[in-house]
T-cell receptor, first 116, second 114 residues
Framework: DTGVSQDPRHKITKRGQNVTFRCDPISEHNRLYWYRQTLGQGPEFLTYFQNEAQLEKSRLLSDRFSAERPKGSFSTLEIQRTEQGDSAMYLC??????????????FGEGSRLTVL | EDKVVQSPLSLVVHEGDTVTLNCSYEVTNFRSLLWYKQEKKAPTFLFMLTSSGIEKKSGRLSSILDKKELFSILNITATQTGDSAVYLCAVERAGGTSYGKLTFGQGTILTVHP
């Protein structure tokens, strides 16, 4: 399968613990995005990368959240000192670069975080 | 802040019915409006609309944009049970590197009964 893959698919943690999610985009895509989705809501933008450069981070995102894409391939999203409000589905997506962008983001199946 | 409002929030129909899903938006420096379908986990792309009045069509699905009224509709004709999903509307700003940074609406939950 050559789609976007995310790991782990489900993570249960206790409040105050750190968690890390990994995303492997489609190989020829140099754009990578992180979104968060809570029950009954649409996805909410968190951050995005062009190759290894992080272009923007949502103002809604606290400094407990950090994302990296060290070699312009896979990305990690780390949440430090988790809170119950962090419980959500974390979606990763990738796309082609500007000259070939068609509006289509290719989403992974998400990493569901449950904070107890 | 950009804003997307979808209606209805949920809709229950029978196979063969035609449905119309609505999306209104407010966005600074509009680039495009997009529709996605979310069945289980991953949203999948349906349409990108950039110009008013030009209908995009794919099989039984079609969509149109009105940039004056800041509105879009998604039509599904002859619905099938496989159309049951959450339909998400999103907007995108123009300019620089902001493509792919989407503001989504809450979604419309469509349930199609046999």
């Amino acid at each position: 399968d050559t789609g976007v893959s995310q790991d782990p698919r489900h993570k249960i943690t206790k409040r105050g613990q750190n968690v890390t999610f990994r995303c492997d985009p489609i190989s020829e895509h140099n754009r990578l995005y992180w979104y968060r989705q809570t029950l009954g809501q649409g996805p909410e933008f968190l951050t995005y990368f062009q190759n290894e450069a992080q272009l923007e981070k949502s103002r809604l995102l606290s400094d407990r959240f950090s994302a990296e894409r060290p070699k312009g391939s896979f990305s990690t999203l780390e949440i430090q000192r988790t809170e119950q409000g962090d419980s959500a589905m974390y979606l990763c997506a990738s796309s082609l670069s500007s000259g070939f962008y068609t509006g289509e983001l290719f989403f992974g199946e998400g990493s569901r975080l449950t904070v107890l | 802040e950009d804003k997307v409002v979808q209606s209805p929030l949920s809709l229950v129909v029978h196979e063969g019915d035609t449905v119309t899903l609505n999306c209104s938006y407010e966005v600074t420096n509009f680039r495009s409006l997009l529709w996605y379908k979310q069945e289980k986990k991953a949203p999948t792309f349906l349409f990108m609309l950039t110009s008013s009045g030009i209908e995009k069509k794919s099989g039984r699905l079609s969509s149109i944009l009105d940039k004056k009224e800041l509105f879009s509709i998604l039509n599904i004709t002859a619905t099938q049970t496989g159309d049951s999903a959450v339909y998400l509307c999103a907007v995108e700003r123009a300019g620089g590197t902001s493509y792919g940074k989407l503001t989504f609406g809450q979604g419309t939950i469509l349930t199609v009964h046999p």
